[in-house]
């Protein structure tokens, strides 16, 4: 009997990338999640304070994220990951000691988050650019697979721990939790055997603005990376204003549902994109391009279905359509991008996409109360779902023109 992901599993590199990866997913959720509580009582629970505080985690990433990529592609993409971790493993542990100290507030609450986000700036074009250098291109998507399936399984894990922690021990303690699952990420990345490719070592000193235009230019001509990369920018600015500001709005208003509910549906999210990555990675042969157009098509199924039919019922199962759809058009992307776009560009390509992801989440969140305020909830699902669904389909009829199957 074949185990899945076996072959991938026996390499030490990929193991390191891995559970790196996981234990830092793993900090930086318990730091997002008790950064707001924190936030909420150093401001005596101000909703602008918070509003900023959330926007730390977004920002940085719109005005530093293009430079983090091209210096991705021009230093030594491990030493760059492990520095941003001890870096953000230091500030973490900061938290807890000024707060003893008596020395924390707001003000250096959120430097502190700041800096900690400019940091992953730098890493995450790292983390992204560094995998396909040491696994082979027949293994990118069995990887590519894992690796987004331990981060959502992070996500899930991780919050329901934070109960069991704050029985045992104060809760400004899941910041020191926090900092020990970063120092073993640190670990982890620098046990990884890496060697700086050619291409790093004999690369000419370009300018960061001339690296910046020669990716541009080279997104403009290759027209099916930068598709998706629009695709999924509308796709997320329709997405993340329904989901966490007009869906919590409708299970309160007219289901009369509280945030448990809420939790339950956010579970289930995870819980199908984290099934879908698993069985995708399975798959001996994937067209990255076509699974990405059909998740593109689940994802605006499942926001139709909300619309169309918003009861309980027909909202779980819309959420293991959106759930199963994010997964395989997260996967069919980054595989996409990782074998086609050149290694000196691969950093630069994914802080862009990043980039513009973070503006789209950002600028959601600010217009959807706007939104909501002239149409109804039910009428903004079914739209925002049929933008989705319809990009997906034309998508996928100009796969079938051009017999990519």
Not at 112 to 117: E, F, G, M, N, Q
Not at 122 to 143: C, H, I, M, W, Y
Not at 168 to 174: L, P, R, V
Not at 194 to 211: D, H, K, L
Request: net charge positive; proline share 3%.
């Amino acid at each position: 009997m074949k185990i899945p992901y076996k072959e991938i599993l026996c390499e030490k590199n990929f193991n390191f990338l891995l559970f790196g990866r996981f234990f830092k997913r793993s900090s930086l959720t318990l730091f997002s999640l008790e950064l707001i509580w924190l936030t909420i009582k150093l401001t005596d629970s101000s909703p602008f304070y918070l509003s900023l505080m959330i926007m730390t985690q977004t920002l940085p990433f719109i005005v530093f994220g293009i430079y983090g990529g091209v210096k991705a592609d021009r230093w030594n993409k491990k030493k760059i990951t492990v520095i941003s971790d001890s870096l953000s493993a230091i500030l973490i542990l900061a938290i807890p000691i000024l707060f003893f100290g008596g020395f924390l507030n707001y003000f250096i609450l959120i430097c502190t988050a700041v800096l900690i986000s400019i940091l992953n700036c730098f890493s995450e074009p790292s983390f992204r650019a560094l995998l396909p250098e040491l696994v082979t291109d027949n293994k990118l998507q069995r990887s590519n697979a894992l690796l987004d399936s331990i981060q959502r399984g992070a996500s899930i894990l991780i919050p329901a721990s934070v109960g069991i922690v704050v029985k045992f021990t104060d809760q400004i303690h899941i910041f020191t939790l926090a900092f020990i699952l970063m120092i073993i990420s640190t670990v982890f990345h620098l046990l990884i055997n890496y060697q700086v490719p050619q291409f790093n070592a004999s690369q000419s000193e370009e300018g960061t603005v001339s690296e910046i235009k020669s990716t541009l230019a080279y997104l403009k001509s290759n027209r099916s990376i930068l598709i998706i990369i629009l695709v999924q920018f509308i796709s997320i600015l329709i997405n993340t204003g329904l989901w966490r500001v007009g869906l919590p709005i409708y299970l309160d208003k007219n289901l009369e549902k509280d945030i448990s509910t809420y939790g339950i549906i956010t579970g289930i999210l995870g819980a199908a994109a984290f099934a879908t990555s698993i069985m995708l990675g399975t798959l001996k042969k994937l067209n990255p391009l076509k699974i990405f157009n059909i998740g593109i098509i689940l994802w605006g199924s499942g926001l139709l279905v909300i619309g169309l039919s918003p009861s309980i019922f027909m909202i779980y199962l819309a959420t293991i359509l959106i759930g199963v759809g994010q997964a395989s058009e997260g996967l069919g992307r980054i595989v996409l991008i990782q074998k086609q776009v050149p290694n000196n560009m691969l950093g630069k390509v994914f802080s862009i996409s990043s980039s513009i992801n973070y503006t789209s989440d950002t600028v959601s969140l600010g217009i959807m109360s706007s939104v909501l305020a002239i149409l109804s909830t039910t009428s903004v699902f079914w739209a925002g779902g049929g933008i989705i669904l319809t990009m997906g389909l034309i998508g996928f009829s100009s796969l079938r023109k051009q017999n990519n199957y």
